[in-house]
Structure formats: structure tokens, C-alpha cells
């Protein structure tokens, strides 16, 4: 199916987006990388009558360190996460989250802004933002604002973004030392959206665990901490019993959403288990 007629337009500055934004309302969308937006467009269950063009305005793209955190641009394509030696160095857990988004195409042009304000049920980033703890930057008819991570992501496809904001760059604090991350995913074999993916943080100081966020996508209508899980493994020792333990309360207060191809125990079973993959290995690169 094709689209809705639509006319296109290429801002050269957030304000001119923001401005654009303004002047057509409801009816336009942002355009980055596309992957979330068109395929929506072709099955016309979006139907945008203006598109306005982000990709290209300066500054919006690119990954630099500033102040104890990796600061990241919200066009800044999934490729470049995976591959950009500072990410790596820095925040290991996001280059191997975005390694396994989609295919090669879908990581040279969806970017990381485009996936956090889709907030698909089952992207990749969304779990993986909620374990880093970041902060995401909007700019909008009012200004610009900081939004923390756990405040964004509000239900299926929404998040507190207001009308006529968009991100312009998300701020990731560097894990400090003796503090290990991983990103364990059953991925769907034909869309590789994560059946269920887990993202978990953890600390180790004095052979216990002083921190822990972990965070599940895929199962439930949004991406969202396992508090139960960080609550059983704080204060504990790094050991295989209190992660198996920690683990099997991934799902508490977790509503799965609604899918007449999954059995809702299996997915709730899944969930355990890559969260005890996640957080054993998280544990494992703490040292």
C-alpha cells in the first residue's frame, strides 16, 4: 500500500524544525532514519501530511564526553554506537545493545532519537536507557528541557514528550568503577525485535552488590525497571544463588501484553531467564 499524499520538508536547525513543528500541528512528523515512521506510513495507520527532516541539521548526530557522561545525539545512527571506540570504551552495554538492532541497513540509518521517541514495546535502547539511567534533552515551542529516563516512556507508543518537542540528545552518566553491564536478547528471527530483551547494571564494592538497575523490554506494552530483581540483588553477594534468586522476580507486577502467538507463561519464563543471563554476565565484567 502506499501513503497518504504528504509534502516534505528539510530543517536546517532544531528552531526551524521546532518552528515547522508549530505551524502544522498534528499533521506532521519528525523524519530521521524512517524504519519506525514509514512502514507505518506504506500501511497507512500514520498518516502525516507533512514530514519534517531532521537528519541533516547540525550538531543533532555524534557521541562526545562532557561532564562524567557520554552526551549523544538523537540522529546518531545505531552503526555508529556499535562501532564508535568511545561507546565502547565507555559504555560497553550500548554497542553490544546496538549491534543487535534489526539488520546492517536498519543500524546505518535508524538512529538512536528515532527508536527512544517511537518507544516501541519492543525496541532495543528504551531497556537499555532505563539500565544507564540516562537523560534525554527535548527542545520544544518552550524551551529546552531534561526529561529522566524513567519519566519518558508512559505507555504503548507514548511518551512525555509534549506536542511540537523533539530530542535533540540523550545524556548517559559513565558507569564508575567496578560496575559491569550487559544486554541479553531472544530476538524475533524474521523483525530481530526482541522477543524479550533484558538490559542490567551492577556494581561490586567490597564483594557486594551496591547497585543494580535492570531493565526488560518486549513483554510488557513498555519497556520498564525490574525494581523486585535490583531489590534483591543490592546489598548481596555476586554469587550464582542470588542472581538465580534476584532473577525469578523479574516478573513481579510485570502485565504482559496481550499476544495470541505467545503463551504468557513462556514469555514470563523468558523473561527470567535472560535476566539471569544478563545480570550473570553484568556481574562477570564488574569483576
Same mark, same amino acid.
Not at 49 to 66: A, M, Y
Not at 81 to 96: A, C, F, H, K, Y
Not at 238 to 260: C, I, N, Y
Given at each position: &500500500? /502506499?501513503?497518504?499524499?504528504?509534502?516534505?520538508?528539510?530543517?536546517?536547525?532544531?528552531? =526551524? $524544525?521546532?518552528?515547522?513543528? @508549530?505551524?502544522?500541528?498534528?499533521?506532521?512528523?519528525?523524519?530521521?532514519?524512517?524504519?519506525?515512521?514509514?512502514?507505518? &506510513?506504506?500501511?497507512?495507520?500514520?498518516?502525516?501530511?507533512?514530514?519534517?527532516?531532521?537528519?541533516?541539521?547540525?550538531?543533532?548526530?555524534?557521541?562526545?564526553? =562532557?561532564?562524567?557522561?557520554?552526551?549523544? @545525539?538523537?540522529?546518531?545512527?545505531?552503526?555508529?554506537?556499535?562501532?564508535?571506540?568511545?561507546?565502547?570504551?565507555?559504555?560497553?552495554?550500548?554497542?553490544?545493545?546496538?549491534?543487535?538492532?534489526?539488520?546492517?541497513?536498519?543500524?546505518?540509518?535508524?538512529?538512536?532519537?528515532?527508536?527512544?521517541?517511537?518507544?516501541?514495546?519492543?525496541?532495543?535502547?528504551? $531497556? !537499555? &536507557?532505563?539500565?544507564?539511567?540516562?537523560?534525554?534533552? %527535548?527542545?520544544?515551542?518552550?524551551?529546552?528541557? %531534561?526529561?529522566?529516563?524513567?519519566?519518558? +516512556?508512559?505507555?504503548? +507508543?507514548?511518551?512525555?514528550?509534549?506536542? @511540537?518537542?523533539?530530542?535533540?540528545?540523550?545524556?548517559?552518566?559513565?558507569?564508575?568503577?567496578?560496575? @559491569?553491564?550487559? /544486554?541479553?536478547? +531472544?530476538?524475533?528471527?524474521?523483525?530481530?525485535?526482541?522477543?524479550?530483551?533484558?538490559?542490567?547494571?551492577?556494581?561490586?564494592?567490597?564483594?557486594?552488590?551496591?547497585?543494580? #538497575?535492570?531493565?526488560?523490554?518486549?513483554?510488557?506494552? #513498555?519497556?520498564?525497571?525490574?525494581?523486585?530483581?535490583?531489590? %534483591?540483588? !543490592?546489598?548481596?553477594?555476586?554469587?550464582?544463588?542470588?542472581?538465580?534468586?534476584?532473577?525469578?522476580?523479574?516478573?513481579?507486577?510485570?502485565?504482559?501484553?496481550?499476544?495470541?502467538? &505467545?503463551?504468557? =507463561?513462556?514469555?514470563?519464563?523468558?523473561?527470567?531467564? +535472560?535476566?539471569?543471563? $544478563? !545480570?550473570?554476565?553484568?556481574?562477570?565484567?564488574?569483576?
Amino acid at each position: &500500500m /502506499y501513503p497518504v499524499p504528504f509534502e516534505y520538508h528539510r530543517a536546517g536547525s532544531v528552531d =526551524e $524544525a521546532v518552528a515547522l513543528l @508549530g505551524r502544522f500541528g498534528e499533521s506532521a512528523r519528525l523524519l530521521a532514519g524512517g524504519h519506525s515512521l514509514l512502514p507505518l &506510513m506504506k500501511l497507512r495507520l500514520a498518516e502525516p501530511r507533512h514530514l519534517v527532516d531532521i537528519r541533516r541539521i547540525p550538531g543533532l548526530s555524534g557521541v562526545r564526553e =562532557e561532564g562524567g557522561a557520554l552526551i549523544i @545525539g538523537a540522529a546518531t545512527p545505531h552503526h555508529f554506537l556499535e562501532t564508535s571506540p568511545l561507546v565502547r570504551e565507555r559504555l560497553p552495554i550500548l554497542s553490544e545493545a546496538a549491534a543487535q538492532i534489526g539488520d546492517a541497513q536498519v543500524r546505518n540509518i535508524g538512529t538512536i532519537g528515532g527508536s527512544l521517541a517511537h518507544a516501541d514495546p519492543a525496541a532495543d535502547l528504551p $531497556a !537499555v &536507557m532505563l539500565a544507564l539511567g540516562a537523560e534525554l534533552v %527535548a527542545v520544544g515551542p518552550k524551551g529546552r528541557r %531534561a526529561i529522566p529516563v524513567d519519566r519518558f +516512556f508512559v505507555k504503548l +507508543f507514548t511518551t512525555s514528550l509534549s506536542p @511540537g518537542e523533539l530530542l535533540t540528545e540523550v545524556r548517559v552518566p559513565v558507569p564508575v568503577a567496578g560496575t @559491569g553491564g550487559a /544486554y541479553a536478547k +531472544f530476538p524475533h528471527p524474521a523483525s530481530r525485535y526482541a522477543v524479550v530483551g533484558v538490559a542490567a547494571l551492577v556494581t561490586v564494592s567490597a564483594r557486594k552488590i551496591s547497585a543494580a #538497575r535492570v531493565a526488560i523490554t518486549g513483554v510488557g506494552a #513498555r519497556a520498564v525497571r525490574a525494581t523486585a530483581t535490583e531489590a %534483591a540483588l !543490592v546489598g548481596n553477594a555476586p554469587d550464582a544463588g542470588v542472581v538465580a534468586s534476584a532473577a525469578e522476580r523479574a516478573v513481579d507486577g510485570l502485565t504482559v501484553r496481550s499476544d495470541p502467538r &505467545m503463551d504468557p =507463561e513462556y514469555w514470563r519464563a523468558l523473561a527470567v531467564t +535472560f535476566t539471569r543471563r $544478563a !545480570v550473570a554476565t553484568a556481574l562477570e565484567r564488574a569483576g
